[in-house]
């Protein structure tokens, strides 16, 4: 997991060229020993390698950063979803093991409407 990510210091141009052409062309090159275009002049990789290596490290360690934080939103996503159902587990319970309330003018067992009781109080 790496939240910091180790910045390279490199000519602006080069940066800029490095970004246009992108890390798998670079490392591409870096690979062959080839050369590359910058502007109007062709440029050999081994003649950047002290700008380019610290660039790639750079650009590794935004992508591990990136992918650290999604693991992370991942990880809350989960915990939220499961206080959630367990929310949902134990209201679901709590209302199927509740006692129905009584109410002042139902049938009694005998088919009777027992009108003389007060109504029962339900507390919960």
Not at 62 to 70: F, G, I, L, P, Y
Not at 72 to 80: D, K
Not at 86 to 104: D, G, H, L, Q
Request: proline share 5%.
């Amino acid at each position: 997991m790496r939240f910091r990510i180790r910045e390279a210091v490199i000519d602006p141009d080069l940066r800029r060229t490095f970004e246009q052409y992108g890390v798998i062309s670079m490392q591409t090159n870096l690979a062959v020993e080839n050369y590359f275009r910058m502007g109007e002049q062709t440029v050999m990789v081994k003649d950047v390698l002290n700008s380019l290596l610290p660039w790639l490290t750079e650009q590794f360690d935004r992508a591990e950063r990136k992918e650290t934080w999604s693991l992370l939103m991942e990880i809350a996503i989960v915990i939220l979803v499961a206080a959630e159902l367990s929310f949902s587990i134990y209201a679901f319970v709590e209302e199927r093991n509740r006692v129905p309330p009584s109410t002042p003018h139902a049938a009694n067992s005998f088919g009777c409407s027992n009108l003389s009781v007060a109504p029962a109080r339900w507390y919960s």
